[in-house]
């Protein structure tokens, strides 16, 4: 039983994490603060070279393939495929870019976000470093060839 519930904890991390970046791909008024929450469309590094609508296009890529990586692999980790923790790890890669290179556009201050890139440097570290959780403790089996 706790095998069970250590694979749906992580697996629920994983999916929240990931949904938690939707923020990202919107930008909503809020008329109580007058300010925005969310991305609001800029890099720092990319906005002057590029222009507004190639940074969108860009930062709406990286953030979904982040929610789209995380979401799939919290649903591969209940599904018992060893492929999970490859799709978090690069999950992580893309959301820390995404992170590195639209940080200045996080509203209203980046800062309130400062959870997003620690957990995805988390994820990085325990699954790939670290290699926990092991695969045999969340499923209880012998799983060959975990790649990662």
């Given at each position: 039983m706790v095998k069970i519930m250590n694979k749906k904890?992580?697996?629920?991390?994983?999916?929240i994490h990931g949904l938690i970046h939707i923020t990202f791909t919107l930008s909503i008024y809020d008329p109580n603060t007058n300010d925005y929450v969310g991305w609001i469309r800029q890099s720092w590094i990319l906005s002057d070279a590029l222009g507004t609508t190639a940074v969108t296009a860009i930062g709406l890529i990286l953030w979904s393939l982040t929610i789209l990586g995380f979401v799939?692999?919290?649903?591969?980790?209940?599904?018992?495929?060893?492929?999970w923790r490859i799709t978090a790890v690069v999950a992580s890669f893309i959301s820390l870019i995404a992170y590195?290179?639209?940080?200045?556009?996080?509203?209203?201050?980046?800062?309130?976000?400062?959870?997003g890139p620690v957990v995805?440097?988390?994820?990085?570290?325990?699954l790939l470093i670290?290699?926990?959780?092991?695969?045999?403790?969340?499923?209880?089996?012998k799983i060959e060839n975990q790649g990662v």
């Open positions: 904890v992580v697996s629920a991390v994983l999916i799939v692999a919290g649903i591969m980790l209940l599904l018992k495929r060893k492929e590195l290179f639209l940080w200045d556009g996080l509203a209203p201050q980046p800062m309130n976000w400062i959870a995805s440097a988390v994820v990085i570290v325990a670290l290699k926990w959780p092991e695969d045999e403790k969340l499923f209880g089996i």
